[in-house]
Nanobody, 122 residues
Framework: QLQLKESGGGLVQPGGSLRLSCAVS????????IHWFRQAPGKEREGVSC????????YYGDSVKGRFTISRDNAKNTVYLQMNSLKPEDTAIYYC???????????????WGQGTEVTVSA
């Protein structure tokens, strides 16, 4: 069964950096695009970034463009989210999820990780 597991969250000061990892088991990253979403307390879930199979295309939400970078290492079955210049408004639980397609689509992801918490605070 496909499983996704996030790691790398934590407490960081404004302006700092974190790298989140999404380890995927039981399938290869050759088949599905992978998304990062986040949800802050009291707010709706927000799409943060997405990377298609073979890195053909990437997507970033407007609030993170220029600060976050998504990448994948197929040999390690892992997708990364490098987050730089972090702001307090980036505080949220970050989830990775598998798209239904090899490209980044708007279809509901069919598998989610359990999330990793990111707190940006002085």
């Amino acid at each position: 069964q496909l499983q996704l597991k996030e790691s790398g969250g934590g407490l960081v000061q404004p302006g700092g950096s974190l790298r989140l990892s999404c380890a995927v088991s039981d399938f290869t990253l050759d088949y599905y695009a992978i998304h990062w979403f986040r949800q802050a307390p009291g707010k709706e879930r927000e799409g943060v970034s997405c990377i298609s199979v073979s890195d053909v295309s990437t997507y970033y939400g407007d609030s993170v463009k220029g600060r976050f970078t998504i990448s994948r290492d197929n040999a390690k079955n892992t997708v990364y989210l490098q987050m730089n210049s972090l702001k307090p408004e980036d505080t949220a639980i970050y989830y990775c999820a598998s798209d239904q397609h090899y490209y980044c689509s708007s279809a509901p992801p069919f598998q989610w990780g359990q999330g990793t918490e990111v707190t940006v605070s002085a």
